[in-house]
């Protein structure tokens, strides 16, 4: 991933939004950066926000804004085949949903407590609430353990990391950016995303 120079102060409303379980080592990624990334410097039209409260609860937060965001960035660690851990990649929101079984499904677990962003995304979609600039900055946590602290390979990328969000917040995406798409029909889908 090719990093930007310093990104201009953008004019657009933006949330910066981490989604992950607590205390689940590099699965937390979200969680464990939430603290650096409300330290960093933004500007008046940027929120920071810890995104675990549930679907629902964050739909009905996105339908009481008197004044819409205009860009959603949320920071996820999922596991995906064929990365290696550390691994850092942009992924666009481009809506659309899946069958009516599998969004039951998301609104199933949602309603048990369970943390996804598959789930949010799919839930968010079919209620709405998304802005046209949605944004993944998805870390590749490896297998899942227990754990307070992120492992060697990817504490060694939080600065990249940081900057991947603070860049993609102000800026959007860019020609420089290695942007891959999500679609709510293709989300649960098996790919091959490389190294």
Sequence with gaps: MK????????????????????????????????????????PDLVTVEEMNWGPIAIVQYFQTL???????????????????????NIFQWKG???????????????????????????????????????????VEPGPEAAGEHLTSQVDAKVPEILDTVRNIALNGVTAVDDVRFLKGDGIFREVDYGK
């Design 3 to 42: 990093l930007r120079p310093v990104p201009v102060e953008s004019n657009k409303r933006t949330l910066i939004g981490t989604v992950g379980y607590h205390l689940l080592r590099n699965h937390s990624v979200g969680p464990i950066l939430l603290p650096d990334i409300r330290k960093m410097d933004w």
């Design 66 to 88: 008197k004044t819409p965001f205009d860009r959603v960035v949320f920071l996820v660690a999922i596991e995906r085949k064929s990365r290696n851990i550390g691994a850092i």
């Design 96 to 138: 659309g949903l899946p069958s009516e079984k599998q969004i039951q499904a998301c609104i199933g677990d949602a309603a048990t407590g369970v943390i996804s962003v598959e789930n949010l995304l799919v839930i968010g979609e079919f209620f709405k609430v998304w802005p046209k600039e949605l944004y993944l900055v998805d």
